[in-house]
């Protein structure tokens, strides 16, 4: 793993990985008014096929390996759901990091860029 410190121009220090893991693990809620404006919002970045990027808020679940599926093996079910998602089962997509950034907005901030 490598890490390249985005903050180093304002004397901020390095990020720790294992900081931003353990807060993975301990999960993000995503109801309303419990952090951020009014919620905390997870966003995945791509690159679109003509290379321009694309980024767009989701949903997230931190799940390190593991989650409940339905029967078949190929869909997540859970005894919740965003209205507009429709019933379960919800697909799964297993997305496998070959970058990642974190930026911290509270004292005494920083940013970090990691490549895997």
Do not use: K
């Not at 807060?23 to 009014?38: E, K, M, T, V």
């Not at 791509?46 to 409940?68: C, E, F, K, Q």
């Not at 911290?104 to 901030?109: R, S, Y």
């Amino acid at each position: 793993m490598h890490a390249t410190n985005l903050a180093n121009l304002y004397g901020l220090p390095l990020l720790d990985w294992s900081d931003i893991q353990d807060r993975l693990d301990a999960g993000i809620s995503q109801a309303p008014g419990c952090g951020g404006p009014n919620r905390h919002t997870c966003w995945l970045a791509t690159i679109n096929p003509d290379g321009s990027p694309h980024v767009t808020g989701v949903g997230s679940l931190w799940a390190n390996g593991a989650a409940r599926v339905d029967d078949t093996g190929h869909a997540l079910t859970a005894e919740f759901s965003a209205h507009s998602a429709g019933p379960p089962p919800w697909f799964v997509y297993c997305l496998t990091a070959h970058a990642a950034t974190a930026l911290v907005t509270i004292p005494p901030g920083g940013a970090t860029r990691w490549q895997f």
